[in-house]
C-alpha cells in the first residue's frame, strides 16, 4: 500500500481500520462467551479484580485473533475480494466497519502485524497474571488459529479447528477463577461451544462464501459436502448445542430451575433453531449470513440469562 492512500485516513477514520481488522464489534460480543463459562462455573459473581483484568485480556485476546485471521489469510483475501467485486451481501456484522482493510491495502502488512502482536502481548501478559494456565491456553489458540487459516486449501477438517479455538477463551476464564476445575464441566463446556460454532458461526459463514471459496478450490464444508449436506450439519450441531446447554446447567444444580431452563430454551429455539431451520427449508443462502448474525448473540443472550438468575432465583 502507498503513504498516500495511508493518509487519506486520520484520526477515527483512521482508527476504524484497525477496529475492522479485529472485528472488533464480533469481539465485544465475544467477551460474553469466557463470562458466561466462568459464571457457570463459579455460580457467583468472580471478585471486581478479576472480573477487571478477565475482561480487558479476553478483549485483548478476542482483537489480537481476528486481526491474526486477517494477517495470515491476507493474499487469500486479496483473491476472494477480487471474487466478491461485484456482489452485494446483507448485512454482516464481522464487516460492520469494512471488510479486510489489510487485503484492500488501506492498512499496510506491516501495521496489520503490528496491531495483532501488541493486543497478542497484552492478552498474554493479563492471562499469565490471571493464571499462568491461561497463558498457555491463549498460545495455543493463536498456534490453532494460524493453523486454521493455513488449512483452507487442505482440508475441511480446518472447521475442527475452528470450534476448538473458540472453546479456548471460555476454558482459560473457568482456569482464571478456580485452578482446579472439574474435567467433567470443561468437557462439556467445550462440545457445548464447539456444537455452536460450527453450527452457528463456521459453517453459515462458509456457506455464505461458497461461490467465491469453489473459485479459490477452498476446502470447507459446504465445498466438500454441498450446500444441503452444509445445512444438514448446521441442524444437527445446533440441536446438539441446545441439548448441551441443558446438560451444562444439569452439572450446576443450583442454575437447573424454571427459570433458566426457559431463557435456555428461548434463547436456542430464537437465535439458533428457528433460523437454522429456515436456512434448512429454504434454498437461499442469503438465510446463512441471518443465523450467522443471530447466532454470535447467543453467548451474550445465556451470560444475561444466567447473570439474571443467579442475582434473583439461584442465589
Not at 442469503?286 to 454470535?296: C, Q, T
Amino acid at each position: 500500500m502507498d503513504n498516500s492512500s495511508i493518509q487519506t485516513y486520520s484520526g477515527l477514520s483512521y482508527l476504524k481500520l484497525f477496529l475492522a481488522l479485529s472485528r472488533a464489534s464480533h469481539a465485544l460480543l465475544d467477551i460474553a462467551t469466557p463470562c458466561l463459562a466462568a459464571l457457570i462455573w463459579l455460580n457467583t459473581f468472580p471478585p471486581t479484580k478479576i472480573i477487571s483484568l478477565g475482561l480487558a485480556t479476553a478483549l485483548s485476546g478476542y482483537l489480537s485473533v481476528y486481526a491474526l485471521n486477517d494477517v495470515v489469510d491476507y493474499r487469500t483475501d486479496r483473491k476472494k475480494l477480487r471474487e466478491i467485486v461485484n456482489k452485494s451481501p446483507g448485512f454482516d456484522l464481522d464487516a460492520l466497519y469494512i471488510r479486510h482493510p489489510l487485503a484492500q491495502g488501506l492498512l499496510s502488512y506491516k501495521e496489520g502485524i503490528i496491531w495483532a502482536a501488541v493486543w497478542g502481548v497484552l492478552a498474554l501478559i493479563g492471562a499469565y497474571i490471571l493464571n499462568p494456565v491461561c497463558a498457555l491456553i491463549f498460545m495455543i489458540s493463536i498456534l490453532l488459529e494460524a493453523v486454521y487459516c493455513l488449512m483452507l486449501q487442505v482440508t475441511h477438517l480446518r472447521a475442527v479447528v475452528s470450534g476448538i479455538v473458540k472453546t479456548m477463551g471460555p476454558i482459560a476464564a473457568v482456569f482464571a477463577v478456580d485452578p482446579q476445575p472439574s474435567f467433567l464441566f470443561l468437557t462439556v463446556l467445550f462440545l457445548w461451544l464447539f456444537f455452536w460454532e460450527i453450527g452457528g458461526q463456521n459453517i453459515p459463514n462458509d456457506v455464505s462464501d461458497l461461490t467465491e471459496d469453489i473459485s479459490l478450490k477452498a476446502k470447507t464444508i459446504p465445498v466438500t459436502f454441498g450446500e444441503k449436506g452444509a445445512r444438514m450439519l448446521i441442524m444437527w450441531s445446533l440441536c446438539a448445542t441446545v441439548v448441551m446447554s441443558i446438560i451444562v446447567l444439569a452439572l450446576k444444580p443450583q442454575l437447573l430451575n424454571g427459570p433458566s431452563l426457559a431463557g435456555t430454551a428461548g434463547a436456542g429455539l430464537y437465535l439458533l433453531l428457528l433460523p437454522a431451520y429456515k436456512l434448512y427449508r429454504s434454498q437461499n443462502s442469503s438465510y446463512a449470513a441471518v443465523l450467522f448474525n443471530r447466532a454470535s448473540y447467543y453467548p451474550l443472550a445465556m451470560l444475561v440469562i444466567i447473570a439474571i438468575d443467579i442475582m434473583f432465583v439461584a442465589g
